[in-house]
């Protein structure tokens, strides 16, 4: 039988809706991704329709991925997550082994790029801010530890948004559905200006399919997309905290992710109509290079100023949600025993949040967040590939287990997400063989780790 949660001390308040799930997925999700990954999709896939093509197929994939954690999410409607989802299917190795990745590098490692992000964009506007902008170098044996004003300001926004959701979270997911509205509007307007004005080129729909493997290279293609929708399952950590969690979960996860969708597309619309393909290729900043073609250098500006607000708002999404996968595993025994108090004025997870968001912050400074973050791609799609997995895994050993919400389309929905997932992984591990072998490693040293906390958890009773 599932596990119960703990019901000593304060509970974490349930203040969530539906409307709170559908954009905590947005949020999530709606980061960098979608204003740079298209030039590198060009440079891959110089073709106007696999451009747009594969875009879609990400979005349905992921709406695949959304469909099969909803019906997880809907029968654990508990603070945690993907954690309870392995932890009920496998086993607990299997739930710690991935909270402790989620900790130490694939959610702090993320928020840390995020904030160096925010820094660059914000150094635009300020440039005291800017990653060029050095403050101090320090030496550090063979080599130098530089520190940014754009890492400055990562650290700054990172301390913002732990302190807003310290003390509630309603205050947390308050922060982040405005700025979440915010941004999607500027979507909208984008979207809206440039399908509704001239083109500036024909985008050439039916051009002959380029040369080389075409299949190779939309898989190519299909892991930047999958980048830009990464994310979305955010929503499903902060079950615990919904009103109505077997309804708002579901609705919110295929919500938000049928919205991302509609957008990512709409917008690549707008870039081909503006940039040809071999121009695109050559494109880091797509957007701005869209809106400054399109309606000039102040377009520009106002796209960079939407980047800058898709980080904040992605940014606080993270810190909202992250916690409460450590907060679980803390209850469950499998973490530092601190971490599983819960406030008892604010009710949230608050120990949680700020030693995320020191770790966080360290990392943004120490600048080895990329690299960290590199190595556990691998691991971090094999989780997904696991959790997908597990609504077929649970089916057949819990048949008669209560699920307020079944995968529409079972089994083919969870079998197609869990193919696209372990696709990647093998890509992954024959393009990038030493940074997967690196980040299975680093999965590897929480065994150790599990087998003392365990330990600790069975001497006490």
């Given at each position: 039988?599932?596990?119960?949660?703990?019901?000593?001390?304060?509970t974490?308040l349930k203040?969530?809706?539906t409307?709170?799930?559908?954009?905590?997925?947005?949020g999530?999700?709606?980061?960098?991704?979608?204003?740079?990954t298209?030039?590198?999709?060009?440079?891959?896939?110089p073709?106007?329709?696999?451009?747009?093509?594969?875009?879609?197929?990400?979005g349905?994939?992921?709406?695949?991925?959304?469909l099969?954690?909803?019906?997880?999410?809907?029968?654990?409607p508990?603070?945690?997550?993907?954690?309870?989802?392995?932890k009920?299917?496998?086993?607990?190795?299997?739930?710690?082994?991935?909270g402790?990745?989620?900790?130490?590098?694939?959610?702090?490692?993320?928020?840390?790029?995020?904030?160096v992000?925010?820094?660059?964009y914000?150094?635009f506007?300020?440039?005291?801010?800017?990653?060029?902008h050095?403050?101090?170098?320090?030496?550090?044996?063979?080599?130098?530890?530089?520190?940014?004003?754009?890492?400055?300001?990562?650290?700054?926004?990172?301390t913002?948004?732990?302190?807003?959701?310290?003390?509630?979270?309603?205050?947390g997911?308050?922060?982040?559905?405005?700025?979440?509205?915010?941004k999607?509007?500027?979507?909208v307007?984008?979207?809206?200006?440039?399908?509704f004005?001239?083109?500036?080129v024909?985008p050439?729909?039916?051009a002959?399919?380029?040369?080389?493997?075409?299949?190779m290279?939309?898989?190519?293609?299909?892991?930047?997309?999958?980048?830009?929708?990464?994310?979305?399952?955010?929503?499903?950590?902060s079950?615990?905290?919904?009103?109505?969690p077997?309804?708002?979960?579901?609705?919110?996860?295929?919500?938000?992710?049928?919205?991302?969708?509609?957008?990512?597309?709409?917008?690549?619309?707008?870039y081909?109509r503006?940039?040809?393909?071999?121009?695109?290729?050559?494109?880091?900043?797509?957007?701005?290079?869209?809106a400054?073609v399109?309606?000039?250098?102040?377009?520009?500006?106002?796209v960079?100023?939407?980047?800058?607000i898709?980080?904040?708002?992605?940014?606080?999404?993270?810190?909202?949600w992250?916690?409460?996968?450590?907060?679980?595993?803390?209850q469950?025994?499998?973490f530092?025993?601190?971490l599983a108090?819960?406030?008892?004025?604010?009710?949230?997870?608050?120990?949680?949040?700020?030693?995320?968001?020191?770790?966080?912050?360290?990392?943004?400074?120490?600048g080895?967040?990329?690299?960290?973050?590199?190595?556990?791609?691998?691991?971090?799609?094999?989780?997904?590939a696991a959790?997908?997995l597990?609504?077929?895994?649970?089916?057949?050993?819990?048949?008669a287990?209560?699920?307020?919400?079944r995968?529409?389309g079972?089994?083919?929905?969870?079998?197609?997400?869990?193919?696209?997932?372990?696709?990647?992984?093998?890509?992954t591990?024959a393009?990038?063989?030493?940074?997967?072998?690196?980040?299975?490693?680093?999965?590897?040293?929480g065994l150790?780790?599990?087998?003392?906390?365990?330990r600790?958890?069975?001497?006490?009773?």
């Open positions: 039988m599932p596990t119960p949660p703990r019901a000593n001390g304060p974490l203040g969530l809706g409307w709170d799930a559908a954009l905590l997925t947005i999530s999700t709606l980061g960098t991704g979608i204003f740079l298209t030039g590198d999709i060009a440079r891959v896939l073709h106007t329709g696999l451009i747009l093509l594969v875009w879609i197929a990400g349905l994939l992921t709406l695949a991925g959304a099969t954690y909803a019906e997880l999410g809907a029968m654990f508990r603070a945690g997550g993907q954690y309870h989802y392995l009920e299917a496998y086993g607990p190795l299997w739930g710690f082994l991935f402790w990745t989620a900790f130490f590098v694939v959610n702090t490692g993320g928020t840390g790029a995020l904030a992000g925010f820094g660059e914000l150094g506007f300020l440039p005291f801010f800017s990653t060029s050095v403050l101090w170098s320090v030496p550090v044996g063979p080599l130098t530890w530089t520190v940014s004003g754009g890492q400055v300001a990562g650290v700054l926004v990172i913002f948004l732990c302190a807003v959701n310290y003390v509630g979270v309603r205050e997911a308050g922060v982040q559905n405005l700025v979440t509205v915010v999607v509007g500027s979507l307007a984008l979207a809206g200006l440039g399908l004005s001239p083109a500036v024909r050439a729909w039916t002959p399919l380029p040369s080389g493997n075409v299949l290279a939309f898989g190519v293609g299909m892991i930047a997309v999958l980048w830009a929708f990464d994310g979305w399952y955010g929503a499903t950590a079950a615990g905290e919904m009103r109505t077997e309804r708002s979960l579901p609705l919110g996860l295929i919500t938000g992710t049928a919205i991302l969708t509609l957008f990512y597309v709409l917008l690549n619309v707008v081909v503006a940039l040809p393909t071999e121009t695109l290729a050559g494109t880091s900043r797509v957007a701005e290079a869209a400054s399109m309606f000039g250098p102040v377009g520009a500006r106002l960079s100023l939407a980047v800058l898709s980080i904040f708002g992605c940014i606080s999404s993270t810190i909202v992250t916690p409460r996968i450590y907060l679980a595993m803390a469950d025994g499998l530092f025993a601190h108090r819960i406030h008892a004025r604010f009710r949230t997870p608050a120990t949680c949040i700020v030693v995320q968001g020191v770790w966080a912050g360290l990392l943004t400074l120490s080895t967040f990329e690299e960290l973050y590199t190595y556990t791609i691998f691991a971090a799609t094999a989780f997904h959790t997908g597990a609504v077929i895994v649970l089916r057949r050993t819990r048949p287990e209560r699920r307020p919400y995968t529409w079972y089994p083919w929905v969870p079998a197609a997400f869990v193919l696209s997932c372990v696709l990647l992984v093998g890509n591990l393009t990038k063989p030493a940074e997967s072998l690196i980040g299975v490693g680093l999965v590897a040293i150790p780790a599990f087998w003392w906390w365990r600790a958890v069975a001497t006490r009773s």
